[in-house]
Structures are given as C-alpha cells and as structure tokens.
C-alpha cells in the first residue's frame, strides 16, 4: 500500500553529545517535536517560524531529553509511554554515564501501546518498543516512524541501561519489521533508513 507523506520533517543533529530530534509539521505553522536533545531544538522552531504544541518522548535517557526543560518552562507538553514515566527522574537513570543531568520537566500525558493521538493535524500511532528502556516507543505518522533507540540503519539499540533487555528489544524490532509496507525510519542517532532496508540486511531481523 502506498503512502503519501504530506508532512515536512526537519532532523536536528545534536551539538555535540545528543539524538536526532525532529520537528514535525503538517500546516508550517505548528509543530509537533520528537525528542529534544538540547533547548536549541526550541529556538530551532522558531527560526522556522513554528510554534512547538507537543514534545513526543520516546524514552527518557538525558541524550534525548535535555530540552525538555525548555519546552516545559514554554508551555509546552510533553509526552512518553506509560512504562517510561517513572524512569526519567529515578536515581537509576539520573545516575548512567556517572550522573547526567536531567532537566526538571513534568509528562503530561503518558501513551498505550496501538493508542492514536493527533497534535495540529498530525495522528500518530503509538508502539509500545520495550528493551532499550522498558517504556520505550516509536510513534508513526503516515509513511513515517520514529523509532528512537530501538531500531538504528543496521543496528539496534544497547539494553545495558536501567530496565534494558535485549530479549525484549529483539521482540520489538520484530514487531517493527513486520509492518505491512515501507516506511522511511528517522532514527534517535546516526543516518535514517528504511522498513524495507532493515528487512533486508538488519543482522538483528531473526
């Protein structure tokens, strides 16, 4: 089945250690980000002349929520799954990588596995991912999915963190690849890729 995608997404690489955070928009007005590594995200909203309604969590590691607090202080809402909620601000997380610093921001709204929101005319699918982190989720809006660190162009995310598995992981990559289509793949961290790609020479796709 073919899909169109009427949306434009604009990737920011972080500025030094961060994920890819995306912004998504339907209408060029208003938009809908997905992760934020660092508060420039915000101002890289406005520099495009959108106004950010929703931050869409997909998991709570510091590298992809370090602007959080910008967006929280904004007005903004942010959003994860309902497993991740009580990991973002626990001493485990707080304490990875010899205690980063997490920004003091509130979720508003936690997602269900298969639920549907629409932010500024944007629906996205929520698929509960566990393994990388036991709340993990990638969100799927028309040809596209935004896989955080679950799924990686030939590679998966690590499961050596707080509430990682790699069993679980490997379910949810599984999970992702037998969506019925293709889908363009932004990925939490290096180059994006592909359903289709991934089915065909991911080592980690049994």
């Known amino acids: 089945m073919k899909r169109v995608n009427i949306l ?14 995306y ?7 208003n938009a809908v980000v997905i992760d934020c590594a660092e508060q420039s995200v915000y ?4 520099k495009r002349n959108l106004t950010p309604v929703a931050v869409l969590l997909t998991h709570g590691h510091f590298d992809h929520v370090g602007g959080c607090g910008k967006f929280f202080a904004q007005g903004v809402p942010l959003y994860c799954g309902e497993a991740e909620k009580p990991l973002i601000h626990s001493g485990e997380n707080r304490s990875i990588f010899g205690g980063v610093y997490i920004p003091e921001f509130q979720i508003a709204k936690t997602f269900k596995d ?3 929101i629409t932010f500024c005319g944007i629906t996205f ?12 989720v990638c969100y799927i809006a028309e040809n596209s999915i935004f896989s ?8 998966v995310g690590r499961t050596d963190l707080p509430t990682g598995n790699a069993s679980a992981l490997l379910k949810s990559v599984k999970k992702l690849l037998a ?7 932004y990925c939490g961290h290096e180059q994006n890729t592909t359903l289709a790609r991934e089915r065909l020479y991911n080592p980690y796709k049994q």
Do not use: M, W
Request: hydrophobic share 30%.
């Open 8 to 21: 434009q997404i604009y990737e920011i690489k972080p500025r030094g250690f961060g994920c890819n955070s």
């Open 23 to 29: 912004i998504v928009t339907a209408d060029g007005k």
């Open 43 to 46: 101002d890289e909203c406005l």
């Open 114 to 116: 298969g639920e549907s």
């Open 125 to 136: 699918k929520v698929l509960a991912t566990a393994g990388h982190t036991a709340g993990s």
């Open 148 to 155: 955080g660190d679950t799924l990686f162009c030939g590679s």
């Open 179 to 185: 969506l019925e289509g293709d889908y363009t793949v």
